[in-house]
């Protein structure tokens, strides 16, 4: 079944204790990205890779790292979590060609306390 | 940077009420891109409009994207309790075509 997967789905953790949410998909897509959902603010993009080791930042990557050493995996890393990166968290996924069709991963809903 | 509003935010209609949802960028898009997200679900894509004045329809909904290439709308005709839920708008511009904008969403609540 073609889908993008995320771990974990939930997590609550302290301020400062360093987190990777693993994003992975099995389409042999080229494009992949992450988002944040926040209430009221819609989804905002927080970086995004065109493919292997090529990776840009989105509108909001200030607190985040991302990596994409294998096309089907692109983790993303909070070096030092805090509050405000509390947040309902999106992986997606598409080809590069002239459609821009993304499949999104079920969420990750991560909680810093 | 750009920006892409989305009015109205929250809107209830009793079933079999028509709906529309709009979408505003404050710069040119190469294109616009259309979501839907259930409650507790993720987005997921419905269409992507390239061309100035496009209009393209799916059953009951149509998809316009303005002449200027700023401005988009999705309309939905005689609502269903199986269209619930929000609905984004994404929007890039020429200058990245991977860097999405998306509206903060319309919230759909359709009244059996």
Same mark, same amino acid.
């Given at each position: 079944?073609?889908?993008?997967?995320?771990?974990?789905? %939930?997590?609550?953790?302290?301020?400062?204790?360093?987190?990777?949410?693993?994003? +992975?998909?099995?389409?042999?897509?080229? %494009?992949?990205?992450?988002?944040?959902?926040?209430?009221?603010?819609?989804?905002?993009?927080?970086? %995004?890779?065109?493919?292997v080791?090529?990776?840009?930042?989105?509108?909001?990557?200030?607190?985040?790292?991302? +990596?994409?050493?294998?096309?089907?995996?692109?983790?993303?890393?909070?070096?030092?979590?805090?509050?405000?990166?509390?947040?309902?968290?999106?992986?997606? +996924?598409?080809?590069?060609?002239? +459609?821009?069709?993304? %499949?999104?991963?079920?969420?990750t809903?991560?909680?810093?306390? | 940077?750009?920006?892409?509003?989305?009015?109205?935010?929250?809107?209830?209609?009793?079933?079999?009420?028509?709906?529309?949802?709009?979408?505003?960028?404050?710069?040119?898009?190469?294109?616009?891109?259309?979501?839907?997200?259930?409650?507790?679900?993720?987005?997921?894509?419905?269409?992507?409009l390239?061309?100035?004045?496009?209009?393209?329809?799916?059953?009951?909904?149509?998809?316009?994207?303005?002449?200027?290439?700023?401005?988009?709308?999705?309309?939905?005709?005689?609502t269903?309790?199986?269209?619930?839920?929000?609905?984004?708008?994404?929007?890039?511009?020429s200058?990245?075509?991977?860097?999405?904008?998306?509206?903060?969403?319309?919230?759909?609540?359709?009244?059996?």
């Amino acid at each position: 079944e073609a889908q993008v997967t995320q771990n974990p789905r %939930y997590l609550i953790t302290v301020t400062g204790k360093k987190l990777t949410v693993t994003c +992975s998909q099995n389409m042999n897509h080229e %494009y992949m990205s992450w988002y944040r959902q926040d209430p009221g603010l819609g989804l905002r993009q927080i970086y %995004y890779s065109m493919n292997v080791e090529v990776t840009d930042k989105g509108d909001v990557p200030e607190g985040y790292k991302v +990596s994409r050493k294998e096309k089907r995996n692109f983790p993303l890393i909070l070096e030092s979590p805090s509050p405000n990166q509390t947040s309902l968290y999106f992986c997606a +996924s598409s080809f590069t060609g002239r +459609s821009y069709e993304q %499949y999104f991963g079920p969420g990750t809903r991560l909680t810093v306390t | 940077g750009q920006q892409v509003m989305q009015i109205p935010q929250y809107q209830h209609v009793q079933e079999g009420e028509d709906f529309t949802t709009y979408c505003n960028s404050s710069t040119t898009l190469s294109n616009i891109q259309w979501y839907k997200q259930r409650p507790g679900g993720h987005p997921v894509f419905l269409i992507q409009l390239v061309k100035s004045g496009e209009v393209k329809k799916q059953k009951r909904l149509t998809f316009q994207f303005g002449e200027a290439k700023k401005n988009s709308s999705l309309h939905i005709t005689a609502t269903q309790t199986t269209d619930v839920g929000t609905y984004f708008c994404a929007g890039s511009s020429s200058g990245s075509a991977r860097q999405l904008t998306f509206g903060s969403g319309t919230q759909l609540t359709v009244l059996p």
